[in-house]
């Protein structure tokens, strides 16, 4: 059974309150810490009116990498699904001769 973990996180200097998976926990807080990043390295190199331009270009810039990494994903299940139907006609055809 999972349980929950109340946490709280800094984001662009706000705090929020979560309750996450105790699992989780790790994996929240240093995603928090990677937005913060985001935010200081996006805010000194763009011009923007105020924090929701810089989050709205970092949401853009993990859902791209989000879609490039699933459609890798994709690419290699492609692969790796042809490469082992070869190897189960190989295989089948090692056997029948035998």
């Not at 995603?31 to 810089?54: C, G, I, T």
Request: glycine share 2%.
């Amino acid at each position: 059974m999972k349980t929950n973990l109340d946490i709280r996180v800094q984001i662009g200097g706000r705090p929020y309150m979560l309750s996450v998976p105790v699992d989780d926990e790790r994996v929240v807080r240093l995603a928090a810490e990677n937005v913060n990043q985001l935010v200081k390295e996006f805010a000194k190199s763009f011009e923007y009116k105020d924090q929701q331009d810089l989050f709205a270009m970092i949401a853009l810039q993990h859902a791209a990498t989000a879609i490039r990494l699933e459609e890798e994903k994709s690419f290699r299940e492609e692969e790796m699904e042809k490469r082992l139907i070869a190897i189960d006609e190989l295989v089948s055809v090692h056997i029948n001769q035998n």
